[in-house]
């Protein structure tokens, strides 16, 4: 804002709370606010700077009851949007400034039923604002964008059943004294990815497009006339689960700022779009996240590397170097102690290529005097990745002789968009045998013992481990968190941003329902054998509690060692410190118990 810098942090240690911090004031958001939204329950960029009659301002979403609240710096909220009528909820995100209103995505939970709607909120009112609707044709909406002439509004937009990575479409509107028409569709279907919309300077929109099989940079003008600018087997896009979040931006030099580049070597580019020379950003740093601003003649975005936890950066756009780093979460330990993350990957039995991150066991004072234990780590999403930078949470484990390997299986993202479509009916089976196939791999080179092999991984991670277990004996014991066991609950019960997920994944709910029935690890519980603990958010509205219960009753019925660890406070992702750590210590102990060691805590 001005000449000063915004970001937002969050805090572990103050309960989750998402707060907004100034590189001149500090934190400018008091306690106990807390700037997080909650649209498609996984949220996003929730706050958005403002000048106001001179004044620096602040407008976010406040956590506690979803309104948007403006204040000045460190000073005391004032609710903005309407209070919602009774037994509904009302949910706000993707904030922009448009003349004297806020334009935002707000999303409408009716007893059950849920809306979208692009919608217009006036700063001159007073007190709370007068609320007027934009769009309201479209059931899920992200990156609403203004050209900066003010005549232009473009956005994304899509439908049930696709998911934002399966098909979505750039439209475009006219905007006359803050209204919209001659709404009309630029790019995109059903079948084709677009993300991250930004305008150049003489009306040309530039966004991520995986027409070409990867998300790759375009562009188009107002007639629709396309232009695949840049076309290459990496990924310069990401799978949109939060909103807010910004593939590129169109320097004031009408250059366009983007990350491009293999998972485990992601560099910042800078391209120029008539020329199309490309050039990188030399930085130490391998991976960065979608949250990228530019200001006059810098530029800002966060980033990691194998021996960087995270770092704000800031580039200097005419010298094209890193200038400065704004703040970075510096390790808790020394640096010998870290393990050195890379990319390896496995064949399967019919010869496709699966990859995976692997963290090998490493403590600067022991050498290991037989294999190490194997921990394999199953991702989220599962349309998500893990990149080979450093994280504090596998140190924990490596530090203390466990190997990890987090594993790419087939439908993740960054390896375009075939490998993304491998799940495409096949969730449940592709991701087993993919996390089967590295687990062999890793055996038959000796990098760890073969009876010593334990898995873990949350949410859709966690269903896979609760079918690998389920399914193999591969396993010494395993950790699931907030994981799927049961399909068809799933199906049914979860919130509706993922509720028609499964159509793609499995099949259309109910017309499959046998399908769903056999790939739901419940189903196959009377062949568990290996031991399992289980964590969970009491919270959840993703995967709700009754999942993790049905498989510890399960495990209690039988008679096999299991345990079960629930949190008050806690949903879809663990916020709290003590539950970050309370997790990480019982979930190793529950290792030490089942492979015969003492942990060192």
């Not at 990890?404 to 479509?421: M, P």
């Amino acid at each position: 804002m001005g000449d000063d810098l915004w970001w937002d942090e969050v805090r572990p240690s103050e309960g989750g709370r998402s707060l907004v911090v100034s590189l001149q004031m500090g934190d400018i958001l008091k306690a106990p606010w807390s700037a997080k939204s909650q649209v498609h329950e996984y949220g996003g960029i929730s706050w958005l700077g403002l000048m106001l009659d001179g004044q620096a301002m602040l407008a976010f979403v406040n956590r506690a009851d979803q309104r948007i609240y403006v204040t000045e710096p460190k000073g005391e909220p004032q609710p903005l949007s309407p209070e919602p009528p009774a037994r509904q909820s009302h949910r706000y995100i993707e904030m922009i400034a448009v003349g004297d209103e806020i334009w935002c995505v707000r999303e409408v939970n009716l007893e059950g039923r849920v809306e979208r709607s692009l919608i217009a909120l006036s700063l001159k009112s007073e007190g709370v604002a007068t609320l007027r609707i934009l769009d309201a044709s479209s059931h899920f909406y992200a990156h609403p964008r203004v050209s900066a002439d003010g005549r232009h509004l473009a956005w994304i937009t899509w439908e049930h059943p696709q998911m934002p990575w399966d098909g979505t479409e750039l439209r475009v509107a006219d905007v006359s004294n803050g209204k919209l028409s001659n709404v009309r569709v630029l790019a995109g279907n059903v079948e084709t990815s677009c993300l991250s919309p930004e305008w150049g300077p003489n009306n040309e929109l530039y966004f991520i497009c995986d027409k070409s099989g990867w998300w790759n940079l375009w562009q188009v003008d107002l007639k629709g006339k396309l232009t695949h600018l840049i076309e290459e087997a990496t990924e310069w896009g990401f799978p949109l689960w939060q909103l807010g979040m910004r593939a590129l931006s169109v320097l004031p030099d009408g250059h366009v700022l983007s990350v491009h580049g293999a998972v485990d070597a992601r560099k910042i580019v800078r391209v120029h779009p008539q020329t199309l020379v490309m050039q990188d950003l030399d930085s130490e740093l391998t991976d960065f996240k979608p949250s990228m601003s530019v200001s006059n003649r810098k530029a800002y975005t966060v980033g990691a590397s194998d021996k960087v936890v995270c770092q704000l950066i800031e580039i200097d756009l005419l010298s094209w170097q890193v200038c400065d780093v704004v703040t970075s979460i510096e390790s808790p330990v020394d640096a010998s102690y870290l393990p050195k993350p890379h990319e390896i990957s496995a064949e399967r039995a019919d010869g496709r290529k699966v990859f995976a991150i692997l963290h090998a066991a490493h403590h600067p004072d022991f050498e290991p005097s037989e294999k190490p234990p194997l921990m394999v780590v199953v991702h989220g999403g599962p349309t998500a990745n893990s990149s080979a930078t450093l994280s504090m949470k596998y140190a924990y484990f490596t530090s203390r002789g466990i190997s990890v390997v987090d594993v790419n299986y087939g439908g993740s993202t960054g390896y375009g968009r075939h490998y993304r479509n491998l799940l495409r009916g096949q969730w449940g089976v592709v991701d087993r045998e993919d996390v089967l196939a590295v687990v062999d791999s890793l055996i038959a080179q000796g990098v760890c013992a073969p009876n010593k092999v334990v898995i873990r991984g949350g949410s859709a991670g966690g269903f896979t481990v609760l079918n690998a277990l389920v399914h193999s004996k591969s396993f010494a014991a395993g950790a699931s968190y907030y994981g799927v066991a049961d399909c068809s609950t799933l199906a049914t019960d979860t919130h509706d941003f993922e509720s028609r997920y499964l159509d793609t994944m499995i099949g259309a709910y109910p017309a499959e329902k046998d399908l769903y029935i056999a790939r739901s690890p419940i189903t196959h519980v009377n062949q568990l054998s290996s031991p399992l603990i289980l964590f969970q958010g009491l919270d959840d509205k993703v995967v709700p509690p009754s999942q993790s219960e049905a498989f510890r009753d399960a495990c209690a019925a039988k008679g096999l060692k299991h345990a079960y660890v629930a949190y008050e406070g806690e949903g879809h992702g663990f916020r709290q410190a003590s539950t970050i750590v309370s997790s990480l210590e019982t979930e190793l102990k529950f290792y030490g118990e089942v492979l015969g060691f003492e942990p060192q805590m």
